[in-house]
C-alpha cells in the first residue's frame, strides 16, 4: 500500500494529504480533463472529469468498523490502523457553484463505471472503487485491501469452493476462477496434496455429487506435460480430461484471505469525505448539501448490504446517503465473508440469498431467521436513506426476488416502509433492451437471436422509466417531493401466482413455447457454523453449501397477449410489438432447457391476420391492433403523455419514444 502511494507522488502528481478528516487520508488526482459536452438543464455548464485514487485508515475497535470480517487479522500501521486504497472518478461543473449541491454516487459493477457524461441536471458524480479481488488495470475501479494474518504471520485458512461449467471440449487443465465478468484469481491452496481436497462431478444441477478419486486429478497445469503435468496452485487437471457435458466442484482449504468487507467502507469514507470536509483537500470542499448512491445489479447488491450492514453511518455517526436506488438487486453482495466471490451471480451454491431481503420487517421462520429489516440497523443510528428500489422481470425469474416480496413462505406481502418506493418494470431482461434498438421499436426481421437462448432477444427498454425514478429519488431528498406511489405485484392484487404457463395465465404462444420450469429456483443453503446468514458474513465451514430445501418462488400474472400485467408498463408493452418475457431457456450445453443466463426473451406478434390464423396464434397481430403505421404512432405518443403525467417518465425520453416509433418500420 505505501509503496503504490509513494509510486504515484514520485511521478509528479497532485497530492493531499489530509489531517482534517482522519478516515480518508491521502488523495490524489491523476489527471483533470474538460469533457466537450455540456451539462444542466439548459447544457450550458462546463464539466470535468477528476481521476485519482485515495488512501483511508481504519481503527478496527471503531463501532462503525467492526462487522467487517478478519478486519482484526489484518496488518495496522503506526496508529493502529488498518489502511486500505482505492481509485475514483469525480465528473462535476468546472464552477461548481452552477451545481445542484448533489452528489450522485454511481457504485461499479465488477470494476465497470458508468459513462463519464456530464449530468443533465448538474449533479455531481463519483465512481468510486470497492472491490478488492480485482487486479487493478487502466479503465477499472478497485480497491487494494490487506490480506489477513495471524499473529506473527501464520496464514488464516478456510473453505473455498470454486465451480466449472460449461467448459471447452477436450480440456484437461482449468484455471481456478471465480465470478462473472472481470476474471478474479480464487485463493491459493494450503497443501497441493489432492487427499485435502475433493473434486466433484454433477451431470445436472439436480444430480447427485460424484466424487472423483484424488488420484485422478491435480493441483497442476497438464497443457503442455501429460498428468499429473506441473504442479501450480493456480490451476486443476483431470486425468482423462473434463466431459463438456458435466460442471464441477472443486472444495479445498485456502490461505490468506483479503479483507473483502472493507470494500464498504471505500465507500462510505470517501462519499463522507467529499460531502463533510471542508479543507482544501476535498475538491468539493462545502459544495455538497445531499448526497444519492445508485448501483445496478451486482453494484445493487452492494448497496443494500451497504444499508443492511450499518455503512450509512460514517465513522462520525453522520449519515452518508440520503437516498438510495438498489436498482435490479435481488440480493446480498457476497462480500464480507472470509474467501468470498464479490462477483458471483445467483447462481447453483453461490451465496448471496441466505441473508436479510425485505425493507419491512419479517421472521424468516423457513430459515430460522429471528424478525429483521435491511434497516434495522440505519433506523437505530437514524441514518436511514429515502429509498427508491427498481427491478424488473428478469430479476424475479432469474435472481430470485420473489421472497423480498413476499417472503421465504410466499404467504403474505411484506409491508414496505413510508421511505421506501419499490417500482417493478415488467417483461423486461436484465437491465432492459440497449437504447440502441430504436427505443425497441423493431420488427421481427430486424431481432437479434441470444446465442446462448432459445427465444430472440427482448427489446423492451427499462432505462427510460429508471431516470424517471432516480430523478424522483434526487426531488424526494433535495426538495421533499414525495415520488409517485410504488407500484409492483403483490399476493393482494391476485398478481403472483406459481412460475407455471397455466397458473399465470398464458396464451398457447407459436411453437408451444412455454415458461414452465424456467425459474431459477430459491435453495435455502447451509454454509456451517461461522457464517452468520443474516448479514452474509463471518467464516463458512461448511462448502459448496449444504442444499437444505427449496422454498416457494412466484411470478408475475400475465394478460391474453403473455404480458405481465402489474407494475409499470412501459410505453413498449403498452403499446406491444410481440409479448416480452423475463424468462428464456438455455439452447445448449449443461443448462440445455433450463433458464438462460439473467436473459428474457421476445416472441413477435405476426404482421397480418393471415400469417397469424397461419401459424395458429391466439394474439392479435400487428396489422389487427393498429391498422396503420400512424395509428400505432399515435398510441405510442399518447402512453408516452401518460407516463409523463405520472412523473414515470422524463419529457426527454418520452420526446426520443416517440421519434423511435416515428422512424420505425412498424406496419410500413
Known sequence: MKRYLRTTAALGLLLFASTTHAHVTRVVIDSRTPLDAKGGPNHDI??????????????????????????????????????????????????????????????????????????????????????????????????????????GGAPLTGPVFVRFVDMKANIDTLPLMGGLGVGVSRPLPLSLKTRAARL????????????????????????????????????????????????????????????????????????????????????????????????????????????????????????????????????????????????????????GSEGVLWWGRYADKARNLKAASLLDRCTESHTCPKIIETFGAAEIWNLRMSPDLVGTDAKADIPLPDTVRRYYFPGVTHGGAPESQNAGFITAAQHNPVIACTLVDNPNPSLPLWRAAVANLVDWVKDGVEPPPSAYPTLAQGDLVAPTATAMGMPELPGGVKPDGLVNRFVQQDAGRGFIAADLSGVPSRLPPRQVAILPTLVPRVDDDGNEISGIRSVQMRVPLGTYTGWNAHASGYDKGKYCLFLGGFIPFARTKAERIASNDPRASLEERYGTHAAFVDQVRSAAADLVGQRRLLPTDAQAIVIAAETSEVLK
Open 46 to 151: 462546463d464539466y470535468e472529469i477528476l481521476n485519482g485514487h485515495f488512501e483511508g485508515a481504519l481503527r478496527p475497535d471503531d463501532l462503525h468498523n467492526r462487522i467487517i470480517t478478519d478486519l482484526s487479522y489484518a496488518p495496522r500501521d503506526d496508529q493502529g490502523n488498518v489502511v486500505y486504497g482505492a481509485n475514483f472518478t469525480l465528473i462535476k461543473p468546472v464552477d461548481m457553484s452552477r451545481s445542484t449541491g448533489v452528489l450522485y454516487d454511481m457504485v461499479p459493477n465488477r470494476g465497470n463505471g458508468e459513462a463519464l457524461v456530464p449530468d443533465p441536471f448538474g449533479h455531481v458524480h463519483v465512481i468510486v472503487g470497492w472491490q478488492g479481488d480485482i487486479a487493478p488495470r487502466p479503465g477499472l475501479y478497485t480497491a487494494q485491501v490487506p490480506v489477513a494474518r495471524r499473529a
Open 200 to 351: 466433484f462431478s454433477q451431470a445436472s444441477d439436480t444430480s447427485p455429487q460424484i466424487n472423483i478419486p484424488s488420484s485422478d486429478w491435480a493441483f497442476a497445469d497438464c497443457a503442455r506435460t501429460p498428468f499429473p503435468g506441473v504442479p501450480d496452485p493456480t490451476k486443476i487437471c483431470l486425468r482423462h480430461g473434463f466431459d463438456s457435458r458435466l460442471s464441477y466442484g472443486l472444495t479445498y482449504t485456502g490461505k490468506d484471505p483479503l479483507v473483502l468487507g472493507i470494500g464498504f467502507a471505500t465507500t462510505r469514507d470517501f462519499a463522507s469525505f467529499l460531502r463533510y470536509d471542508k479543507s482544501a483537500d476535498n475538491p468539493l470542499a462545502g459544495q455538497i448539501r445531499w448526497a444519492i448512491t445508485t448501483g445496478t445489479s451486482q453494484s445493487g447488491n452492494y448497496v443494500r448490504s451497504f444499508i443492511h450492514l450499518g455503512f450509512n453511518a460514517d465513522e462520525e455517526g453522520r449519515i452518508v446517503f440520503d437516498g438510495a436506488n438498489p436498482n435490479i438487486a435481488a440480493r446480498l453482495a457476497p462480500l464480507n465473508f472470509r474467501f468470498a466471490v464479490p462477483g458471483g451471480a445467483a447462481n447453483l451454491y453461490e451465496l
